[in-house]
């Protein structure tokens, strides 16, 4: 498995080769496997940030004991999400499935008041489940979603769009999570074909744009 990491203090994409048993980069003590993550995704390639997985390590160590995980990561072209959804970005977890409800909500509580993660999913929609994530407080668009990102963004919503442009045949390079010239270019002619501003820039207008397409292609 080729998973991409990026290292939110440096401010670098870091790539590792992994097995699916291997802890994920930056797991402590194992809590965090690449199959856990992974979960039902198909891909040889995901993508993750190092503050997400520092996140669950936290909460891991707060509870003082396993944590079920068995939903993570999805890429945009496998759908199961809204159309911006932070498992798509690499961001999110689900976990807790199959636990007593009061050790769900025992971990819910945990997340809440530590605020490790920027988002913590309310019972009432994650009912059997607990969905944190560690989203963009920053979203192009008024009603959420995924942030602003032009050439020279780095991180998991590069690759996002990376990998939602190359589903959709605008051949933007390899998915490094790096939005380099080869990005910029891609977008430029998805924009062109779409009739947006033709200025290379992913905004509200172009992700809200690029994830219709990539559901509507599924």
Sequence with gaps: MKVLIYNNDTN???????????????????????????GSSKSDTIWADKHSIQAFNKLRRLYGKPITVRYAFKRIREGGHANMSQHYAGTAIDMAQGMP????????????NNKMFTYVEPRSLAPTWVHVDKRNRNPAC???GYPLIKQGSKGTYVATLQDALDFLGYNPGSIDGIFGTNTKNAVIRFQRAKGL????????NTWRAI??????NR
């Design 197 to 204: 501003t033709q200025d290379g820039i992913v905004g509200c």
């Design 211 to 216: 994830t219709a397409q990539v559901a509507a």
């Design 101 to 112: 409800a009061a050790e769900r909500e025992k971990i819910r509580n945990l997340a809440i």
């Design 12 to 38: 670098r994409m870091e790539t590792y080769n992994r097995n699916l048993n291997d802890p994920m980069p930056y797991s402590e003590d194992k809590y965090l496997s690449v199959k856990e993550f992974r």
């Design 142 to 144: 008024a009603t959420g």
